[in-house]
């Protein structure tokens, strides 16, 4: 064996179909569909998805091995992979897609019965955690027991109408309403019984995650909302054996504070504050406009700057850092989200900079390609024999699931876990960058 190569993983052959499911099939959701269905159909570059595009060094520079990471890795290929979900209010992917207004018409032209066939099932939806939406199309079973049970024979007969090899899930719905763990949370034993007392404190979101763990489907969460990130779903995902991955995809404004806070504490600036504001138009502003989703959204926002900065370590320079995150519904500007950051920095004998960042962002561009990853890396995961909390994953969540309850939100660092993990379970040595060349 080389010095290069350590011993793989078994990792069983992404044969046949992949079925995704995402609860919720709103913007995000039908523009990740859209994106898949036009890469594979017109040949359309998958833009900003690490699993397609970006490529991995192997061994020592010298070496020139680059593979990308769909060659690297026995990846389910765009393909292999068909969609499904559930949503209160879309009717399918085209509807959606049509709602949320993040595409135009000339794109969704070409694929549009594809849209269309992805037929949203009745969702497992209570008004009581997302005040601002109707629900229409919701399950007629009332007891949380009987929707776990329905939302398992869903995964069943979707898996067996779509000739699915395997499936995994994705969380694209609302936000759902803040909410503090439980103690019908601590443990599977209670979290059943509550699900068969109808406990108040078990929202949709944990019903969806806890069928698709026992149907030995893996579960990722795009939302700030507890779902998976709970000890009675890691209980239940250990004894499944089923990986699972959060929470909040990591997009526009925190994406920016992941590249910009790191850098200032690499070359020891100081950080006195960061305010951020957004303007947001699409259905998930408005269902932030809320106060007590907004609250969900917040506390998964704050927690990046201090993990990153580690102020215990660093007093004189993050000790004092007030920051501060807002967002406000403002319809006109639909998916197309505008946020601003004023940053207030300082540098050599404390005096004081200022950095503006206007980033005109577009929300569901930024998150489609996240779903692409988590899905195809949980899917890798699950044929690793891997079950649990995936912390390699982080890199793609505003507030990362960890074990330890201690997680990385550094990007870069994030960005190299992900990538020996690869390097890894391929047999092959992290790379540290510490040796010569
Ligand atoms: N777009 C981003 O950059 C981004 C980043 C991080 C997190 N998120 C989160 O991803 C989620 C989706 O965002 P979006 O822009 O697509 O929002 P959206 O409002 O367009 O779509 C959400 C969909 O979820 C549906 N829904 C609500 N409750 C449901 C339930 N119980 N079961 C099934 N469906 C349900 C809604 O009807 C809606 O169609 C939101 O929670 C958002 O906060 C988005």
Known sequence: MSKNTTKAKTIAPASGKLGILTPGIGAVASTFIAGVLAARSQGAAPIGSVSQMAHVRLGSKEENRNPKINEFVPL??????????WDPVSANALD?????????????????????????????????????????????????????????????????ENGCDRMVMVWCGSTEAYQEASDVHMTLAAFEEGLKND???????????????????????????????????????????????????????????????????????????????????????????????????????????????????YPDLYGNIDHVVR??????????????????????????????????????????????????????????GESGIQEWLSFYFKAPQEANNNPEHDIFIQQTKLKNTLREWMGEQPVTHSEAG
């Open 327 to 384: 967002i406000n519904y403002y319809p006109p500007r639909g998916d197309n989200k505008e946020g601003w950051d004023a940053i207030d920095i300082f540098g050599w004998m404390g005096y004081p900079m200022q950095m503006k960042i206007d980033f005109l962002c577009r929300d569901s561009i930024l998150a489609a390609p996240i779903v692409l990853d988590l899905a195809l890396f949980l899917d890798l995961a699950a044929r690793a």
């Open 76 to 85: 389910a290929t765009l393909d292999d992979l068909v969609f499904g979900g």
């Open 199 to 313: 406990d108040d404190n078990i929202s949709p979101s944990q019903i969806y995650a806890y069928a698709s763990i026992q149907a030995g489907v893996p579960f990722a969460n795009g939302a700030p909302n507890l779902s998976v990130d709970l000890p009675c779903m890691q209980e239940l995902a250990d004894a499944r054996n089923v990986p699972i991955a959060g929470k909040d995809f990591k997009t526009g404004q925190t994406l920016m504070k992941t590249l910009i806070a790191p850098g200032l504490k690499a070359r020891m600036l100081g950080l006195r504050g960061w305010f951020s504001t957004n303007i947001l138009g699409n259905r998930d502003g408005e269902v932030l406009d809320a106060p007590e989703n907004f609250k969900t959204k917040e506390s998964s926002k704050l927690g990046v700057i201090d993990t990153i900065l580690q102020p215990e370590t």
């Open 96 to 160: 959606a897609a049509r709602t949320a207004g993040v595409l135009e018409d000339k794109d969704l032209a070409p694929i549009s019965s594809e849209l269309e066939g992805v037929v949203a099932m009745d969702a497992v939806f209570d008004n009581k955690w997302v005040t601002r939406l109707e629900g229409t199309r919701v399950k007629k079973e009332t007891s949380k027991w009987a929707q776990a049970e329905a939302l398992i024979a869903d995964i069943a007969s979707f898996g067996e």
